[in-house]
């Protein structure tokens, strides 16, 4: 079974940055798509980007020009680089891949956005 382990999130100021990675047990990252979402408190989880095996990222408009999706096969590893962090993007980001035997969540990380 895949597993997805996030990291990387924290307690910014506005404006700030952080850099999330999610790591799987196994090289998945290659073959099939893979999404951040994330979930604020009383609010629906919802997609932030999408980035397909052949490279194609697709962004939600809160976040676009603002984040950035990047991946490192060889450490069977993603990442969302995340710039200009703004009180609205506080929430529990979690990575998902979903292959031909299912889809895979990550355990979460929380994301804190205040001064």
């Known amino acids: 079974q895949v597993r997805l382990v996030e990291s990387g999130g924290g307690l910014v100021q506005p404006g700030g940055s952080l850099r999330l990675s999610c790591a799987a047990s196994?090289?998945?990252?290659?073959?099939?798509?893979m999404a951040w979402f994330r979930q604020a408190p009383g609010k629906q989880r919802e997609l932030v980007a999408i980035?397909?095996?052949?490279?194609?990222?697709v962004y939600a408009d809160s976040v676009k020009g603002r984040f950035t999706f990047s991946r490192d096969n060889a450490k069977n590893t993603v990442y969302l680089q995340m710039n200009g962090l703004k009180p609205e993007d506080t929430a529990v980001y979690y990575c998902?891949?979903?292959?031909?035997?299912?889809?895979?969540w990550g355990q979460g990380t929380q994301v804190t956005i205040s001064s």
């Open positions: 998902r891949v979903q292959t031909g035997s299912g889809v895979y």
């Open positions: 196994e090289s998945i990252f290659r073959t099939w798509p």
């Open positions: 980035s397909t095996s052949d490279g194609s990222t």
